[in-house]
């Protein structure tokens, strides 16, 4: 697994800095990543729901030879308006997986044409 430089930061409404986005892992596998698609997961500080989503995708085989991306919640009104309740949140292309995920449905998912 490669870790990703650390993203810019945004000033936050009480004045800490924190990475809007950043990439947290590009996972290694046996096929190129060129045509996988970008792993998202939509995270907030201090979510230990988030944590535990994070290692079951680094644990999953499936995600071998793609990237994962966080995205803090908070980072824009529209993130928020849609995901704050539901957090974490698995986006991979168009389909949407919340919490706990199935790991059928996201299987599925990674390996759709």
């Not at 993130?79 to 974490?88: L, S």
Request: charged residues 20%; neutral net charge; proline residues 7%.
């Amino acid at each position: 697994m490669q870790m990703a430089a650390n993203p810019p930061r945004q000033r936050s409404a009480a004045g800490n800095l924190r990475p809007l986005t950043r990439t947290v892992w590009r996972r290694r596998g046996s096929f190129p990543t060129m045509n996988r698609p970008q792993l998202q997961l939509v995270v907030t500080a201090s979510c230990t729901l988030c944590d535990e989503a994070l290692e079951w995708l680094a644990s999953m085989p499936d995600t071998a030879g793609h990237t994962l991306v966080t995205i803090e919640v908070t980072e824009d009104d529209a993130t928020f308006d849609r995901y704050a309740h539901r957090v974490p949140v698995l986006i991979i292309g168009n389909a949407e997986h919340d919490w706990p995920f199935d790991a059928k449905a996201v299987s599925k998912t990674l390996n759709a044409d």
